[in-house]
């Protein structure tokens, strides 16, 4: 099973860039099972579920989100009737939508979690560390054996932390939210493929997909003022993992970044 993980899709430069690129992707590449993280594809804070529909169109099997999941008001009601989309699943029980899905595919059954990190996010969620191993032993209990992570956290070592956390037990445990790819994907000693953060997709030219100007006279003002999505070349990051379906465990990992030429966009 060859799956394929975009990070954050970054407004409409990343959004438009990964339609019309994904199914290039998808055929060169030869994936079987993609996943997108949308957290920040509708104006650079949330998703809205028209643009969730045409990424679906566009060639992904889940949508995973993050801390700017509720930032767009339409998609509390719609998350209700569109289980393809997820939110994290240590928020509270009461709010929409859930936080994994199981589907089953040529290969077998897979499932795909999503889940916040604590540190210095901001708000007060139940413990993914405790809710994810609890988890994911039921899931193999119950004979599903891929199993895919989208954590999505602040800090560098929580999201090492959880990868060992799940070694062996998740099949792919990938790092989302600070927006900069890293550089040390690698499959740990009990079978897991992990990477700190996959990165974005979006604007090359800025920071962390936002307009470098308005990031940097924030720096040195300290006035608030608004961070509108940079314009310019795309570049489309995230990694390629292999899974053995009868086992669950990752047989590779490696990254994917692409700087998408002017003459391609």
Request: proline share 6%; glycine share 10%.
């Amino acid at each position: 099973m060859r799956i394929l993980f975009l990070g954050d899709i970054v407004g409409e430069p990343g959004r438009k860039s990964v339609i019309k690129f994904l199914p290039q992707i998808k055929e060169e590449h030869r994936i079987d099972f993609t996943i997108l993280n949308g957290e920040n594809s509708a104006s650079g804070r949330g998703i809205t579920p028209a643009i969730a529909n045409d990424l679906f169109k566009a060639g992904a099997q889940v949508i995973t989100t993050g801390d700017h999941v509720w930032d767009q008001r339409e998609l509390a009601d719609h998350l209700e009737n569109e289980p393809r989309i997820l939110r994290p699943l240590n928020y509270p029980e009461n709010v929409p939508g859930s936080g994994e899905i199981i589907i089953d595919t040529e290969s077998g059954k897979i499932a795909v979690l999503n889940a916040q990190g604590r540190t210095f996010m901001g708000q007060a969620l139940e413990n993914p560390f405790l809710m994810l191993e609890e988890r994911v032993v039921q899931l193999k209990a119950d004979g599903v054996q891929m199993i895919f992570l989208d954590f999505h956290a602040e800090t560098t070592s929580e999201k090492i932390a959880m990868g060992f956390h799940l070694d062996g037990k998740a099949s792919v445990v990938v790092g989302t939210h600070t927006h900069v790819q890293t550089a040390d994907e690698r499959i740990l000693p009990e079978g897991t493929a992990h990477i700190t953060d996959a990165g974005m997709c979006g604007p090359e030219i800025s920071v962390l997909g936002r307009n470098v100007d308005s990031i940097v006279y924030r720096f040195k003002s300290s006035l608030p003022t608004r961070f509108p999505v940079a314009k310019g070349p795309v570049r489309l990051c995230g990694i390629i993992a292999e899974i053995d379906p009868m086992t669950g465990k990752a047989k590779n990992i490696e990254r994917y970044n692409r700087l998408l030429e002017p003459s391609e966009m």
